[in-house]
């Protein structure tokens, strides 16, 4: 049995959504959980701390052992006040799921530096600055898990959305990150990973329960990356509708990077063009 008893897990994006079904769930199995929220909008605009303290104190009313700490996680900063703070609390920090985020459309032609930075902020810069922040104590601790949010908006072309290219670089940005700190921790019992979620929130406009893509279906899959059954890093863990796939990028056999990547051989742009339908080969995922 996965048991989260004593462990101390915060979670950005905690008050609603998948943040707060991420709590439930791993409340239930007996972490005290750490709720960051800004209590933005969906648009990501706005502060609202009451967000925060109102969805503690609903999981502290069903037995749960649950903190709110409100405010911003938009600077460096700020992760770091936010990590002193749970360390705080209880001495320890065992795990950090960073799922605070949202959607935003800007085709293009219209995407402005503002927005992007904001958008880069939060779902790529934050998630490096609470690592950085927790780092130190976990490592002290030899076990830490961390948990990043990244998209198959991003992942899969069959999937992007116009509008979408902020998001999506975050997203890709937030997979860079897990792939180098996931080597990095390996040697201090430290396991980092990625989760890719799919659920009818507030981000599809929905407030009520969903009759399907339910936040609480993709909650076991966030709970096992960040249990001490986890115990290997670097994967994306797609999740959606109760049903997993962990997926990460596998170099192929007999590739001696970077000398040899035994692939197609061509000297000029013609033979490329000639040999495109041999060098272009889509990967596709396997399924159990």
């Known amino acids: 049995m996965v048991d989260f008893s004593a462990r101390v897990i915060l979670i950005t994006g905690a008050a609603r959504g998948l943040g707060l079904a991420y709590a439930c769930h791993l409340g239930a199995l007996g972490a005290m959980i750490l709720l960051q929220d800004a209590g933005a909008d969906s648009n990501g605009h706005g502060e609202d701390h009451q967000v925060v303290e109102t969805a503690a104190g609903t999981l502290r009313a069903d037995g749960l052992d649950a903190v709110a700490l409100a405010g911003s996680i938009a600077s460096r900063e700020a992760c770091h006040t936010l990590i002193e703070e749970g360390l705080a609390v209880r001495g320890r920090l065992d795990a950090v799921i960073h799922n605070a985020g949202w959607v935003a459309y800007e085709t293009i ?11 880069m902020d939060i779902a790529a810069k934050a998630p490096l600055w ?14 830490g898990r961390i948990l990043l949010t990244t998209s198959d908006r991003a992942l899969f072309p069959q999937y992007v959305q116009p509008g979408l290219a902020a998001y999506a670089a975050a997203k890709m940005a937030a997979v860079g990150i897990v792939n180098v700190l996931a080597r990095e921790g390996a040697a201090d019992g430290i396991v980092v990973n990625a989760i890719s979620p799919v659920a009818k929130t507030r981000m599809w406009g929905v407030e009520s329960e969903p009759d399907e893509l ?38 192929a056999l007999g590739v001696s990077y970077p000398r040899d990547l035994s692939a197609v051989r061509a000297v000029s742009v013609d033979e490329i063009a000639a040999q495109w339908s041999r060098i272009a080969v889509p990967a596709v995922e396997p399924r159990p």
């Open 109 to 119: 032609e219209a995407i402005r530096e503002d927005a992007f930075d904001r958008m």
């Open 214 to 251: 339910r936040p609480s279906d993709v909650a076991p899959g966030a709970a096992f990356l960040v249990s001490e059954a986890c115990t290997e890093g670097g994967w994306i863990l797609r999740a959606s509708n109760g049903q997993f796939h962990a997926t990460r990028a596998s170099e």
């Open 130 to 143: 609470l690592a950085q922040a927790a780092w130190p104590a976990m490592k002290e601790a030899g076990y």
